[in-house]
């Protein structure tokens, strides 16, 4: 079962700003990436599933955050439906993330406080999942929709929490249009963890990237 509840999911999203993601099919490089973002202070990250077996892969990984990393909040993103959900919750996930509004995600992710982040892509869906118990939202594609998406819905919704994914890159220009126009957090894969880093193993660098990333995000939003 999820160590830690959606709302304090939620919070560390909030603090930090950023949620790293990726997939790999090989575990032991998976453990190493989500100990280099560890290091260099993300609190929350998403194995996103793709693949056969994805979901033994993050057993795996999640079994070795439990044990060295404590604080580190792993979760799982493009879930389609209740039943691979309910899979990942048993393997411990603290969060799942849809990449299109679910009702039935809503419903499983609900019956254990744990948090549910959709794939929103206009007023009426991010409306329908703050319905649904949705904390933060995801926008997605956030390329697709850009800053100016976020401002016009938060205008008329100031309370609606979001993390855009997608067209989000680890640059101040980027950042700052995002952070600007009213996100919660960001959600960032390849530009962040990128095919280089990972051929090259260069989880060093990768450390000083989140940790970079997150001095930039503090700046922005203090």
């Known amino acids: 079962m999820a ?7 939620a919070m560390a999203m909030k603090e930090t700003g950023m949620v790293p993601l990726f997939y790999h099919p090989d575990p032991e490089l998976g453990k190493e990436i989500v100990k280099a973002c560890y290091e260099g202070g993300a609190k ?3 194995f996103t599933n793709r693949g056969d077996f994805a979901h ?26 209740a039943g691979t ?17 679910r009702e039935d995600l809503a ?3 609900n019956r254990r406080k744990i948090l549910w982040s959709p794939g929103c892509g206009s007023l009426t ?7 649904l118990g949705c904390e933060i939202v995801k926008l997605f594609p956030g390329g697709t929709y850009g800053p100016g998406f976020v401002q016009a819905i938060r205008g008329p919704q100031p309370w609606t929490s979001i993390m855009p994914t997608g067209g989000v890159s680890p ?6 249009r995002w952070f600007n126009a009213g996100v919660t957090c960001v959600g960032m894969g390849s530009q962040l963890i990128s ?5 090259n193993r260069d989880f060093e660098k990768l450390k000083e990237m989140v940790k970079d990333t997150l001095a930039l995000i503090k700046k922005l939003t203090s």
């Open 125 to 131: 869906e991010i409306g329908r999942a703050e319905e």
């Open 3 to 9: 160590k830690y509840s959606r709302l304090q999911v």
């Open 44 to 46: 929350v990250l998403e």
């Open 107 to 109: 419903y499983v992710c």
């Open 171 to 176: 640059t101040e220009e980027s950042l700052g």
């Open 85 to 101: 959900a309910s899979i990942y919750i048993q393997l411990g996930a603290n969060f799942i993330v849809s990449p299109s509004l």
């Open 195 to 199: 095919k280089e880093i990972i051929a």
């Open 56 to 81: 033994e892969v993050f057993a795996e990984i999640n079994k070795y955050a439990l044990a060295n990393l404590p604080g580190m909040m792993l979760g799982v993103g493009s879930v389609p439906d």
